[in-house]
């Protein structure tokens, strides 16, 4: 029997952490066009409606399904308002690790939700679903994820060397592939002690294999 991620909501103080939904084609379409996005992930470009579709239909339910991942929309719990997502990916249900990743919409930043929804989801893993081992990568200038690696009490493990293609701006406004390091980080169930649920002041948006 494959393993899998329960189907699940998670709430925090300000926060809900849901299932994708249809009504998030627009704003997910919106956030994943975003400049900070381009840089720091592989998401196509650029992101359609019918991409955003699809991988709400489509690639996160195979995911959680299959037992690779789960993928989660972030919402303000007073709006209901897209506020990101959170993945979980490359699960290794037998070593009981798997890898995060986190996206915050441009109109979000600076709030804390990026280590809010981050905390809550390895709050979650490594005590509800005993997870071992959740890692976190980071490319080498992608200092606001880092701190949200640091807010939730992750422990810097080492370097990547070029292992990690972001994107930047070409003098004729296109995008053209950088080649740089990760930084490496893990989260122990440990780690967690003394880590509130819900952490500061700190958001982020971390690199995501998006293939």
């Known amino acids: 029997m494959t393993n899998t991620f329960p189907d ?64 989660l929309a972030v919402t ?23 890898e995060m990743s986190y996206i915050i919409a441009p109109w979000a930043r600076g709030e804390g939700y990026a280590s809010e929804a981050a905390l809550a989801t390895a709050h979650w893993l490594l005590r509800d679903q005993k997870f071992e081992r959740l890692e976190l990568r980071t490319a080498a200038d992608n200092t606001a994820s880092q701190q949200v690696a640091q807010k939730i009490g992750c422990i810097s493990e080492g370097v990547l060397r070029g292992a990690c293609i972001a994107r930047t701006r070409t003098e004729d ?29 700190s958001s982020g948006f971390m690199y995501s294999d998006w293939n």
């Open 173 to 201: 406004g296109g995008w053209a592939d950088l080649r740089t390091d990760y930084i490496v980080w893990s989260l122990l169930p440990e780690d967690l002690d003394g880590v509130g649920e819900e952490s500061a002041d």
């Open 76 to 98: 303000e719990f007073l709006t209901q308002r897209l506020v990101g997502v959170i993945q979980l990916s490359k699960a290794d249900w037998h070593v009981r690790a798997t």
């Open 8 to 71: 699940i909501s998670l709430s925090t103080e300000r926060l809900v952490l849901r299932p994708l939904e249809d009504d998030d084609v627009s704003a997910l379409t919106e956030m994943m066009n975003d400049e900070q996005v381009v840089a720091w992930t592989s998401v196509p470009q650029s992101f359609t409606e019918d991409a955003a579709r699809t991988w709400i239909t489509e690639h996160a339910p195979a995911e959680r399904t299959s037992g690779r991942g789960l993928d």
